[in-house]
Each structure stands twice: as C-alpha cells, then as structure tokens.
C-alpha cells in the first residue's frame, strides 16, 4: 500500500510504499501526536520517513491495485 503525507507549508507530499494497514499507521500518527515526537514510516526496502507529527496535514491511502498490462482484457470462448 502507498501512503502519501502531506507536511506543512511543504509543497510536495511524501510517497511510502508499506506493508502496514491504514488502521497501524493512523494509530502509529495518533501515538506520535500524543506524544508531541516524530512521525515516521518505513517502506518495504527498510527506508524510514520522519515527520514532527504536529507537521502532517494529511495521511492518503492508496491500494496497489498494479497496472494493466497488455490490450485489454480480451475473453477467449471456446
């Protein structure tokens, strides 16, 4: 699943692939707000993300559906 946090007066998001549910990561931000620390996420390759939790805007959940590939879905009847 790709995440993508929206920091404050930053003009880009962040992308993070994870293998984390929404529900553990919304918890893990709820924690770090609470705790006034840093959010941070680590992706599937071990790569970490550290935001300060009071600077994320917004948290966007993306399935990975992948991509289709090749012409279309072409039944084949016999």
């Known amino acids: 699943m790709e995440v993508k ?6 003009s880009r998001e962040l992308s993070v692939e994870t293998e984390d549910q929404p529900e553990a990561v ?4 709820e924690q770090s707000l ?12 071990g790569r970490t993300v550290a935001v300060p939790a009071e600077k ?4 966007y959940f993306t399935a990975d559906s992948g991509r289709p590939v090749g012409f279309g879905a072409a039944a084949v009847t016999a």
């Open 56 to 59: 994320v805007a917004y948290l």
């Open 5 to 10: 946090i929206g920091v404050q007066n930053a």
């Open 34 to 45: 609470k705790d006034e620390s840093v959010f941070s996420l680590t992706d599937a390759k």
């Open 26 to 29: 919304l918890a893990q931000l």
